[in-house]
């Protein structure tokens, strides 16, 4: 599976973004897409998933309420939709299937900056 991240940006805190995952290649065989993150200096971490078929989703809690993630199928893509962004929200995003099999590339990712 081939993933491109996009939509990030420089954004004032309270503000909102909206990313987007293009996956191309075999996503069929995948169950669950996530959105990942990393902050400088700080390891990759879990912020939210949805079940690529039922669309269940879940949340990092300091993301509740805020970020919503969301998928269209027919256009193999997933979205993150990122409200009331805060500065500890600065981080590159990414994409991809969870759990992520070791071997799993990923894309160049996206940057998403919360600053006044």
């Known amino acids: 599976v081939q993933l491109v991240e996009s939509g990030g940006g420089l954004v004032q805190p309270g503000g909102s973004l909206r990313l987007s995952c293009a996956a191309s290649?075999?996503?069929?065989?995948?169950?669950?897409m996530g959105w990942f993150r990393q902050a400088p200096g700080k390891e990759r971490g879990l912020v939210a998933t949805i079940t690529w078929g039922g669309g269940r989703t879940y949340y990092l809690d300091s993301v509740k309420g805020r970020f919503t993630i969301s998928r269209d199928i027919a256009q193999n893509t997933v979205y993150l939709q990122m409200d009331n962004l805060k500065p500890e929200d600065t981080a590159v995003y990414y994409c991809?299937?969870?759990?992520?099999?070791?071997?799993?590339?990923w894309g160049q990712g996206t940057l998403v900056t919360v600053s006044s």
């Open positions: 290649g075999r996503i069929n065989n995948v169950y669950i």
């Open positions: 991809n299937a969870v759990p992520t099999p070791v071997t799993a590339a």
